[in-house]
Structure formats: C-alpha cells, structure tokens
C-alpha cells in the first residue's frame, strides 16, 4: 500500500516509519521534549504503535496518521518502552480508540517513581512475543533507565529492527536508572544483530556494533548518553536517510557481502 509521507514524518523502511514528536514542537528547539513515536504497518490498514508520546502531542500525532491514511481506530496496538510521560502519556487516548496498550509488569509499580502509572490492557514479561495487525514483537525486558524499560523487535522488509526506547539514554541517578542493569540489559540486545535501532531520541542504522561498542565505553568512563536531544531532529533525518541508501544498495547489489 502506497503511503503518503507528510513533512515531518521519515520513512525507515517500507511500512515503518517515525512518527515523531518534533513537528508538534516549535522550532528552533527551546524545549525539545517529545520522544519518538514509530508507525509499523501490517495487514491493509491496520498498524501498531511503538510509544505514543506526550498527552498535548496527541493531536498533532492522529492529524499526522490522518495524513498517511491511518485513523487511530486502526491503531490496534500500541507498545510501551516504558511509562514516562514523553513516550507513554497519550497512552489512554490510543487505548479509547481500541487499541490494545501494553507495558512490562514492572510498570504497574509505576506510581512508586512519582508518576502515573499506566493504564495498559495488557503486562507482558520477558520473552513474550506481542502480536497485532498481523505483526510480531518479540519483547526484551532491559531494565537500567527504568525499572520497566524494555526493548522490542520486529523483522520489517527485510530488516531486523530494535526499537530501544531510553536504553542508552538517560541514566538518571538517584531516581529510578540503575547503572548495573542499563550495563547489562546494553549487552543483552547487543548480541540481537538489528540492522537498525529505533531508540527514544535516537536512531542508529549505520555500523550498529560500533555504537554498542561506544556505548559500553562511555558507560564505563560514567557517560550516560550519546545523544544531544537538541540535534536529535538532524540527527535522525540523516541517519534514515542513510540507512535507506545503505539498505537500497543492498536491494541492487545482493552479491555484495557488506
Ligand atoms: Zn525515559
């Protein structure tokens, strides 16, 4: 199904697509807070969410689906990477619509950290494979930012795509990160192989071991994130556009090992 793509919204790969929160932000950037939302499409018009965003992006969020043809009744399931406000806030919204909303088990604690917990139809675990729209979602509980931090992944056209959430970024200490667990939940997925991560603010599809490899570096060296969300929207436009001249090249030339 052809899609239209309205400015602000990057394609990935076919059927995937970044829905993300900064063309609802005034730019420049005085206060760049909103988390990347992805679009997968599956079966006809249905399709899943990977976060959803803050509550006062909503409205530019359904008017950007609008403009691809998506209504958020198509909307059948929307994955949380864990239950901050940017990424999780218009979680009810979506769940009105009919979408089934899920978040690990460990966010129904949630109100423990000072916010609200999500209201989610459904708590998954470690392992658990999360399908909708004719999609599948492997789920990897990567605690470390959050307590309910988790990593998803799904094969898209030919990818393997992580979608990361806030692993990787941002350690808060003495709030509810824990440098033992982001360590250890960096090498868990690490060893995935995703030819692309779709992180919180971040994307990387270039050389992905190198970036694991910085990141377990600056980890170590107490440095707990390589994005400076006020380039995140630069940063995102080049790295899509990137990887889709790198996954093209590999479309033309199959023989061709790299
Ligand atoms: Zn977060």
Not at 12 to 40: E, F, M, N
Not at 81 to 102: I, K, L, N, P, V
Not at 134 to 148: F, I, M, S, V
Request: aromatic share 10%.
């Amino acid at each position: 199904m052809s899609t239209r793509i309205p400015e602000g919204v990057l394609e990935l790969v076919d059927g995937l697509y970044l829905v993300t929160g900064y063309p609802c932000d005034p730019r420049p950037v005085p206060d760049y807070s909103g988390a990347s939302v992805y679009l997968a499409r599956g079966r006809g018009k249905e399709c899943i969410l990977v976060d959803s965003g803050f509550r006062r992006f909503t409205d530019s969020i359904v008017d950007l689906l609008d403009q691809m043809g998506v209504t958020a009744s198509d909307v059948k399931m929307v994955v949380y990477t864990h239950g901050h406000g940017d990424h999780a806030e218009s979680c009810e919204y979506f769940r009105r619509q009919g979408a089934t909303t899920a978040i690990h088990e460990a966010a129904r604690n949630a109100g423990d950290w000072g916010r609200s917990p999500v209201r989610a139809d459904r708590f998954f675990r470690d392992g658990d494979v999360l399908e909708a729209a004719g999609l599948k979602l492997q789920a990897y509980h990567t605690p470390g930012h959050t307590p309910d931090s988790s990593c998803f992944l799904l094969d898209m056209a030919g990818s393997r795509v992580l979608f990361a959430g806030d692993l990787a970024g941002w350690y808060f200490p003495g709030r509810e990160s824990d440098y033992g667990q982001m360590v250890a939940s960096v090498e868990k997925v690490r060893k995935l192989g995703a030819d692309l991560i779709c992180g919180g603010h971040w994307l990387c599809g270039g050389d992905v071991d190198a970036y694991w490899d910085k990141l377990a570096k600056s980890l170590g060296e107490g440095i707990f994130s390589l994005v400076d969300r006020f380039n995140a929207t630069e940063h995102c436009e080049l790295t899509a556009k990137r990887f889709q001249a790198r996954q093209r090249s590999r479309v033309c030339h199959p023989e061709d090992p790299s």
